[in-house]
């Protein structure tokens, strides 16, 4: 699924501002050795609860969502090539 313009998904969470190397710990996901460039990120993310995707905002202003994956270990991440840079990325779901 393709999202433009102000469309959001349920309980997105941006981890842009996380940093590389970092871990974020919220109800139902535990993500860490979150790395990103101008083009693509990823995270290992332990989801515990409920089921969560990564979603990846590109410059062309579309967001792009992976399925939704439930408790387990997941790579999660995504990538703008094609589609200009990479703007904002994330966790989308509930637990």
Do not use: E
């Amino acid at each position: 699924m393709v999202l433009q313009g102000g469309q959001s998904l349920p309980g997105m969470k941006s981890l842009a501002s996380q940093g590389q190397a970092k871990r974020l710990a919220l109800k139902g996901y535990i993500a860490d050795s979150i790395w990103r460039n101008n083009v693509a990120w990823g995270a290992n993310v332990r989801v515990t609860s409920g089921s969560y995707g990564a979603y990846t905002t590109c410059s062309n202003g579309r967001t792009h969502r992976g399925p939704r994956q439930g408790p387990g270990y997941w790579i999660f991440g995504g990538n703008c090539h094609g589609m200009g840079t990479l703007v904002d990325f994330g966790v989308y779901g509930s637990g």
